[in-house]
């Protein structure tokens, strides 16, 4: 079982920055990315970003975040980091922190299992 706790979620105004922290416990060495989505009230959840826990930190970013927002890691501390800046009101809602396990190649049915985070609102408004 791997245990997500996030943090850094706010208020702040059109064109600010935030930055939110996530640190993983329990069973870390069966996760091989962490990321965040978010979700808007009535809306579905959709990715925001994720990077990959390995030798080489491949990233992925939704669509309407890139170039603004960066995702980082700190292993030796189990630790993601998400750098918002020129937020937008869109930009608001519940963000989730997410844990993926990895597929095992040997096992051909092997499928991923998402672990998530308490979520942290993000307001962005004048």
């Known amino acids: 079982q791997v245990l997500l706790a996030e943090s850094g979620g706010g208020l702040v105004q059109p064109g600010g920055s935030l930055r939110l922290s996530c640190v993983a416990s329990?069973?870390?060495?069966?996760?091989?990315?962490m990321g965040w989505y978010r979700q808007a009230p009535g809306k579905e959840r959709e990715l925001v970003a994720s990077?990959?826990?390995?030798?080489?930190?491949?990233?992925t970013y939704g669509d309407s975040v890139k170039g603004r927002f960066a995702i980082t890691r700190n292993n030796a501390k189990n630790t993601a980091f998400l750098q918002m800046d020129s937020l937008k009101p869109e930009d608001t809602g519940v963000y989730y922190c997410?844990?993926?396990?990895?597929?095992?190649?040997?096992?051909?049915?092997?499928?991923?299992?998402?672990?998530w985070g308490q979520g942290t609102q993000v307001t962005v408004s004048s």
């Open positions: 997410n844990g993926r396990t990895r597929v095992s190649p040997g096992i051909p049915e092997d499928r991923p299992f998402d672990y």
């Open positions: 329990g069973s870390v060495f069966s996760i091989d990315r």
């Open positions: 990077i990959s826990l390995g030798v080489i930190p491949h990233t």
